[in-house]
């Protein structure tokens, strides 16, 4: 090739990266009535032929020599033949053609002009020329096989719910156990708070009755010790024993005031004597056992026997410990005798 030829080729190439840097300029549409097309090739804007309203400017001026069949594109500034002029921008001429009015000792030369951003298409030389491509309407060109949602200039393709892996290739997507619907999450969650419920009640009645167990052996074998059994003799010998001596824990507390100090009597070996009123109002002597070994709770269960009996059965009685301690005064200075702990009924 010709030095003139190169320096041609190299002026056109500059054109046509000019017309590149030239697309961010503010663009006005073609007008009707310019010529669309010539030859094969579609005349898109800014490029036109005709006045100066069908071009942008003169560096987008072409013309149509209709004196060759087919009719040629002239990019009349360099006198050259544009071959090809596609809407994406992409320009194909060839130099010195018009002399030689063949191409078979031409060069051709590839140029392009902008075109637009990735994800788009259409005209960069127009206002909102550039538009969104679907990308999900393109499966040949962009393969998803899962859910497809297009976004401004992209797309994303995911796995649908319950499946993962690669949804941009075939049979990419497999199940998961993973994939719960809202209903098997409520139902799960229901069942789980229904079981753990149903598993509280259970532990707390079950530690109940295990509860009330223990209390139950404790307290017959707090009667056992206590000699319980010698009670329920006396009870079945007069009911009227029974009345006056078994009376509730919580009632004797209320009787002496929660066994306060204010109302104690006396003590012995065996207790602290208390001065207790009944909810009868009767005033009554009550004596709180304090014995650890088994000799003096006999003791003190025989005592209570023996008071028993002397007040309710007459029955005469050895004391067997008569000493001044044992010896108390009434409010009246009646002599009382106190502390049978160690006294025999003499048989009748």
């Known amino acids: 090739m010709s030095t003139a030829l190169r320096m041609q080729a190299v002026a056109l190439a500059a054109a046509v990266f000019l017309l590149s840097c030239l697309a961010s300029a503010q663009q006005q549409p073609p007008a009707p009535g310019c010529l669309d097309k010539c030859g094969d090739i579609n005349i898109t804007y800014p490029f036109g032929v005709g006045g100066a309203h ?4 003169k560096s987008f001026q072409l013309e149509c020599n209709g004196s060759y069949s087919p009719p040629r594109l002239i990019i009349p500034t360099y006198n050259q033949q544009l071959l090809s002029l596609s809407p994406d921008g992409e320009a194909l001429a060839a130099l010195d053609v018009v002399k030689t009015e063949t191409l078979s000792n031409s060069t051709v030369y590839r140029f392009h002009v902008s075109t637009c951003f990735g994800g788009y ?3 960069p030389y127009l206002d909102a020329g550039c538009r969104d491509i679907d990308e999900c309407q ?7 096989f899962g859910v497809c949602i297009n976004t401004l200039g992209s797309y994303q393709c995911s796995c649908p719910h319950g499946t993962r892996g690669n949804a941009t290739i075939e049979n990419g997507c497999v199940k998961t156990n993973q994939g719960l619907t809202t209903g098997s999450i409520i139902g799960i969650g229901v069942g789980s708070g229904t079981g753990l419920l149903v598993m509280a009640l259970c532990a707390a009645f079950l530690t109940r009755n295990i509860k009330n167990r223990r209390e139950r052996i404790l307290r017959q074998k707090f009667f056992k010790h206590n000699r319980g059994h010698l009670l329920e003799q006396l009870v079945s010998q007069n009911a009227d024993i029974a009345e ?23 003590g012995g070996g065996h ?4 001065k207790g009123i009944l909810s009868d109002l009767h005033v009554v002597a009550i ?4 014995v650890a070994i088994q000799r003096e709770i006999d003791e003190f269960i025989n005592e209570v026997a023996i008071l028993s009996q002397i007040n309710h ?16 005064l009434d409010g009246s200075l009646t002599t009382k005798v106190s502390d049978f702990g160690a006294s025999r009924c003499i048989p009748t």
């Open 271 to 274: 207790g602290t004597v208390y």
């Open 138 to 144: 393109r499966r040949n060109e962009h393969p998803c």
């Open 313 to 328: 059965l007459s029955f005469p009685i050895i004391h067997r410990d008569i000493k001044s301690h044992n010896i108390l």
């Open 287 to 290: 004596k709180k056992s304090k």
């Open 244 to 266: 006056r001596m078994i009376i509730p824990l919580a009632e004797l507390e209320k009787a002496t005031n929660n066994f306060d100090e204010s109302r104690e009597l006396g």
């Open 121 to 123: 298409e259409g005209n």
């Open 54 to 57: 069908c071009f942008r400017d």
